[in-house]
């Protein structure tokens, strides 16, 4: 094998590096939400949540991580899946944006 050449040298690369991804949207019912709309646009959207925490919200949908809801003055801030670990539902603007 010739690893000389840039595209077999990248592909190389890109299968070693680890792919993680983060949740900046959530999808309920075929809708996408995404960090902007409302509260009453997520509710309508997606029903209620599976716990509420102040500003936090978690929403677990079949067959996917756990995903957290950030709002600060009743709009989404943040969508992130909670850590796997035993919840990261701490929010970068507290409970109270």
Known sequence: MNLKSPSILAAILVSLVPLVTHADSLECQ??????????????????DPTSRNGANWTYEMPGSLPVLVTFGNGVVMF??????????STSPLGDHP
């Open 79 to 88: 969508i992130r899946d909670v850590d796997e670990a035993g919840g990261s």
């Open 30 to 47: 075929g809708n996408v939400i995404s960090p902007g709309i409302t509260e009453a646009q997520l509710l309508e959207a997606c029903g």
